[in-house]
């Protein structure tokens, strides 16, 4: 059984801000991972077809699939852990969360549905998308 993680997106405000800066990560370092402090004890599940749900301004509203979890020492021998993560950014139903530090487990049952039907950023406007779920209407 797989399992997934969240974790707040600090300092970012959209989706297409994360986008950007993935894509100048991508370039700077050639890897797509996010740093962490401490490295999941359940790596096993999360890596058997887990995601990254990104919480962006309170909600959470995109994924990325996991695809290697690297714990690593740093020049000053502090542990930290690389979450790889898929180049591809899928959207989700924009689901309240609350401000927490670090990441959460999130099972299986309890994660947004992916968006259907090639709704992206450039569709509909990532406000507008933010508003309809605020509604109930998506």
């Not at 962006?56 to 542990?79: A, F, H, M, N």
């Not at 898929?86 to 401000?99: E, G, H, N, S, Y």
């Not at 487990?105 to 509909?124: K, R, S, T």
Request: with cysteine; net charge positive; charged share 30%.
């Amino acid at each position: 059984m797989s399992l997934h993680l969240v974790k707040l997106c600090v300092g970012i405000e959209s989706v297409k801000e994360l986008r950007k800066r993935q894509i100048w990560q991508y370039k700077t370092y050639k890897r797509r991972a996010h740093i962490t402090r401490m490295t999941p004890k359940r790596s096993e599940e999360l890596l058997k077809g887990g995601s990254l749900y990104w919480v962006i301004k309170g909600l959470i509203c995109v994924r990325q699939s996991l695809k290697k979890i690297e714990p690593y020492l740093d020049d000053d021998g502090k542990r930290y852990c690389r979450l790889h993560l898929d180049k591809k950014l899928i959207l989700v139903r924009p689901t309240p969360r609350r401000a927490f530090q670090g990441w959460r487990y999130l099972p299986v049952a309890d994660a947004p549905p992916d968006i259907i039907g090639g709704l992206d950023d450039d569709n509909i406007p990532e406000e507008m998308r933010t508003e309809l779920a605020n509604l109930g209407l998506l």
